[in-house]
């Protein structure tokens, strides 16, 4: 569930404008955002204490090139990043759904016993998907 943007968070990441908080974790927020184009986007932006240490950027930048290289049908494509501004953000596509939560459920059924479709034993897409960070942030 998108939540409205607060009095302290960015209206604006590089060329995205944020319309909404996705989720946060460890390493950040993750908002809602639209490309200039209009796209949808998730934005994360990066904690200002982790943004001011030297080897998180490194790890981070490192991180990022990988996920570039990463692609397929249920990966979310990295769209843009800025590692070396004075907050590190990454732009992914956005893929609307449960976070990551919702869709795992609660327990070692991984949600199985709410969606008789998840018996199987194989993944759905979509929660694959979503496990992958196309969907919702849950946490980082």
Same mark, same amino acid.
């Given at each position: 569930m998108m939540h409205e943007l607060q009095p302290g968070d960015p209206r604006l990441i590089g060329p995205y404008r944020l319309r909404g908080r996705l989720g946060a974790g460890g390493m950040g927020r993750v908002y809602l955002g639209l490309s200039p184009g209009g796209r949808a986007v998730a934005v994360k932006v990066i904690r200002d204490d982790l943004a001011?240490?030297?080897e998180f950027r490194a790890r981070f930048r490192r991180e990022?090139?990988?996920a570039r290289k990463v692609s397929g049908l249920f990966t979310a494509p990295v769209i843009d990043a800025d590692v070396d501004g004075p907050v590190p953000w990454l732009v992914t596509a956005y893929v609307s759904g449960p976070s990551l939560a919702d869709g795992a459920g609660q327990g070692a059924g991984g949600g199985a016993e709410r969606d008789p479709r998840r018996r199987g034993g194989a993944p759905r897409p979509q929660a694959g998907q979503r496990a992958a #960070?196309? #969907?919702?942030?849950?946490g980082d």
């Open positions: 001011q240490d030297p990022i090139a990988v #960070g196309g #969907g919702r942030a849950a």
